[in-house]
């Protein structure tokens, strides 16, 4: 079965340096997505970034990227020149399948980022 | 991106009683879900909502407590039935991005509380 592990339920940050939010995942599938939200404390869910499974380039948003290791199953997001807006729950999901999935997703129990200033 | 919005954003209710959630979107959409975040977790979909067809439940949720509507391809209901304190979550609706594997947009949520 499918499965997101996030193994820090916090972190903490100084601002304007680069964190690494780690996310693990199980399936059987070989075409899959792996999705990173920000939630902030208003319980929007703020899509962040993409990586598909095929995808042979690490995904990069701006100050976001992904750390995507397929081998190790591991798509970690990197947060660059943090800042203090970026204090919030971060989630990592999975949505299993090709072309003809569901596109639901699987989330993670999250990681609440906090930035010093 | 897709704008999705949502109402009621919150609502404190008495047990025993149902809400109903509304979310609106700005474009026609095959595929809609709904999500529940209950406190200090994670997000647990809970059916999907496709027009035309009936929902498609998740396992450990029921049509009898959370019927869905979807009358067309921009709107869809959710609602919650004879509510009790555990039902005390946000519950946000979500759709598909145009590069459908690649992207998923959420509504901003309802937070709801069951007294």
């Known amino acids: 079965a499918q499965k997101i592990t996030q193994t820090q339920p916090g972190m903490f940050v100084q601002e304007k340096e680069a964190v690494t939010l780690d996310c693990t995942y199980d399936?059987?599938?070989?075409?899959?997505?792996l999705f990173w939200y920000k939630q902030p404390s208003s319980g929007e869910m703020i899509f962040l970034i993409y990586?598909?499974?095929?995808?042979?380039q690490n995904a990069t948003e701006g100050r976001y990227s992904l750390n995507f290791q397929k081998a190790r199953k591991s798509a970690n997001l990197v947060i660059s020149a943090s800042q203090l807006g970026d204090s919030a729950m971060y989630f990592c999901?999975?949505?299993?399948?090709?072309?003809?999935?569901?596109?639901?997703?699987?989330f993670g129990s999250g990681t609440r980022l906090l930035v010093r200033p | 991106s897709a704008v999705i919005s949502q109402k009621p954003s919150r609502d404190i209710c008495q047990r025993g009683t149902s809400l109903t959630i509304q979310c609106q979107v700005d474009?026609?959409?095959?595929?809609m879900f709904w999500y529940r975040q209950q406190p200090g977790q994670s997000l647990t979909l809970i059916a999907t909502?496709?027009?035309?067809?009936?929902?498609?439940?998740e396992s450990g949720f029921v049509i009898d407590k959370f019927p869905i509507s979807r009358p067309n391809l921009t709107f869809s209901t959710l609602t919650v039935s004879n509510m009790s304190p555990e039902d005390s979550s946000i519950y946000l609706c979500?759709?598909?991005?145009?590069?459908?594997?690649?992207?998923?947009?959420f509504g901003p949520g309802t937070r709801l509380l069951v007294l």
């Open positions: 399936t059987s599938d070989q075409s899959y997505g």
């Open positions: 474009s026609q959409v095959t595929m």
């Open positions: 979500s759709v598909p991005g145009l590069a459908l594997q690649e992207t998923q947009y």
């Open positions: 909502a496709n027009q035309g067809s009936e929902a498609t439940y």
């Open positions: 999901a999975m949505r299993e399948g090709g072309a003809d999935s569901s596109y639901k997703l699987i």
């Open positions: 990586q598909g499974s095929y995808d042979e």
